[in-house]
C-alpha cells in the first residue's frame, strides 16, 4: 500500500509533463475502458504485458504509465506490481497503462542486454498500436528496483523519439561499475546477468548503467530511495542527482532540477522529505 501511494504522489508531480494535454477531457470519445491481459510483444513466453486502457481515451490526450517491475533481473513478474496499478487507474482515470513481463536470467540464458532490448521491444510494439488502442505516444515510465535500473536505461538511452515525457526511479541501480564495488552480494548479481566480472567486460558494464547516457535532453526524473537500501546503496541515486543537475534536467513542478526522495522504513502518509532542489 506504501509503494502504491508513492507511485500515485509521483504521478501527480509528473501529470503537467505532456506538452499535449489540454487538460480538459475529450467528451467526444465514446470508447470504453478495456484490459487487454498477457499481450504477446515477441516469441518468449516471458515477454508480454497486461494493457489498460481507459475510458474516453483519445490519440490527442491520452498518455500512458509504463510500470517494469524488479527482482535483481533473475525474478519477480508483472503481478508484482499489480496493487500498484490498481491504485493508479483509480486515481489517475485519464491514463492508460501498461505493465510489462521480460525475459529473465537464469542458468546463464538471457544475460544482459537481453532485458533492456524487452523494454525497448514491448515499448516499440505498445506505440505501433498507438491508433488501434487510442492512446497519444508520451509515457511516463516507471520501476522498482531492477525495473527502475531498465526504466532509466529505456528512458535515457532508448528512446529516440523522446516519448518519454518523465521517468519514476524506486530505488533503481544507476552506475554497475560502481555496484560492483558495493560488495560480494551485488558482484555476485552482476556476474549472473552480465556473464562477466566488470575487469573481464567493462563494456557491458558501461552500456547497462543510466547514468552514463544522461544528457542535456533527458527527461524530467523522480528518484526514490530508501536510506537503509542493503542491496541498492543511496549513492547509487545520489550520483544520478549529481548529474542529472550537472546537465540541467529540470522537474516538471517548482523548477527543481532534479528530485530525491528518502523513504523512511515506517511512513504512515505518502508524504515524503525532498532533500535536492
Known amino acids: 500500500m506504501k509503494l502504491a501511494l508513492l507511485i500515485c504522489s509521483s504521478a501527480m508531480l509528473l501529470a503537467s509533463c505532456s506538452k499535449k494535454d489540454s487538460g480538459m477531457p475529450d467528451t467526444g470519445s465514446t470508447t470504453t475502458a478495456l484490459t ?6 515477441s516469441d518468449d513466453a516471458k515477454q508480454k504485458m497486461d494493457i489498460y486502457l481507459p475510458a474516453g481515451r483519445t490519440t490527442e ?42 525475459r529473465l536470467e537464469y542458468n546463464n540464458t538471457n544475460l544482459f542486454p537481453a532485458q533492456e532490448n524487452d523494454v525497448k521491444a514491448a515499448i516499440e510494439f505498445y506505440l505501433g498500436k498507438s491508433a488501434e488502442y487510442k492512446v497519444s505516444n508520451d509515457l511516463v515510465v516507471l520501476g522498482a528496483s531492477a525495473g527502475a535500473h531498465l526504466a532509466l536505461l529505456h528512458s535515457y538511452k532508448n528512446d529516440p523519439g523522446k516519448h518519454v515525457k518523465a521517468v519514476v526511479d524506486f530505488f533503481g541501480p544507476t552506475d554497475l561499475k560502481a555496484l560492483w564495488s ?58 544520478l542527482i549529481a548529474r542529472l543537475d550537472e546537465t540541467g534536467v529540470r522537474m516538471p513542478m517548482r523548477s527543481a532540477r532534479a528530485a530525491i526522495f528518502f523513504v523512511p522504513t515506517e511512513m504512515p502518509t505518502a508524504e515524503k522529505t525532498e532533500l535536492s532542489e
Open 61 to 102: 490526450n491520452t498518455k500512458t504509465l509504463v510500470v517494469i517491475h524488479g527482482g535483481g533481473w533473475t525474478e519477480g513478474d508483472k503481478s508484482d506490481m499489480a496493487f500498484g496499478v490498481d491504485s493508479f487507474k483509480k486515481r489517475f482515470t485519464d491514463y492508460a497503462v501498461i505493465n510489462i513481463n521480460y
Open 36 to 41: 487487454i491481459s498477457d499481450v504477446s510483444y
Open 182 to 239: 558495493s560488495g560480494f552480494v551485488q558482484q555476485s548479481i552482476l556476474i549472473a546477468v552480465t556473464g562477466k566480472t566488470y575487469d573481464q567486460d567493462t563494456s557491458i558494464y558501461y552500456q547497462s548503467s543510466p547514468i552514463n547516457f544522461v544528457t542535456a535532453q533527458t527527461p524530467p526524473t523522480i528518484v526514490l530511495q530508501g536510506g537503509a537500501d542493503p542491496l541498492v546503496a543511496p549513492s547509487q541515486s545520489t550520483s
